[in-house]
């Protein structure tokens, strides 16, 4: 399974990107995909997931209410829609998904909110 984010750039305070993350090759093994992001001089964390079957979503309690996540399966692509961002949005966003006993990262895409 190979992962190719898109969709990243420069946002003011209040407004809204989409990313998006394409999958490729063995995406029938995918079960469960997901959002991290790492800002400069912080550790990576979980952002958003979804679980392939049932469509169950999780965030974290930063960006609940702000972002939703969400996959097409007819196009193998997974989804973060980021609405009213703050200037702590800022980081690098990487999508993941855990593909039978792998884990699998994209390249990441550069989000920045200016304030």
């Known amino acids: 399974v190979q992962l190719v984010e898109s969709g990243g750039g420069l946002v003011q305070a209040g407004g809204s990107l989409r990313l998006s993350c394409a999958a490729s090759?063995?995406?029938?093994?995918?079960?469960?995909m997901a959002w991290y992001r790492q800002a400069p001089g912080k550790q990576r964390e979980l952002v958003a997931a979804?679980?392939?079957?049932?469509?169950?979503?999780n965030y974290a309690d930063s960006v609940k209410g702000r972002f939703t996540i969400s996959r097409d399966n007819t196009k193998n692509t997974m989804y973060l829609q980021m609405n009213s961002q703050e200037p702590e949005d800022t980081a690098v966003y990487y999508c993941?998904?855990?593909?039978?006993?792998?884990?699998?990262w994209g390249q990441g895409t550069q989000v920045t909110v200016s304030s």
């Open positions: 090759g063995s995406t029938f093994s995918i079960h469960a």
């Open positions: 979804i679980i392939n079957a049932g469509g169950t979503t």
């Open positions: 993941n998904a855990v593909a039978g006993i792998t884990i699998v």
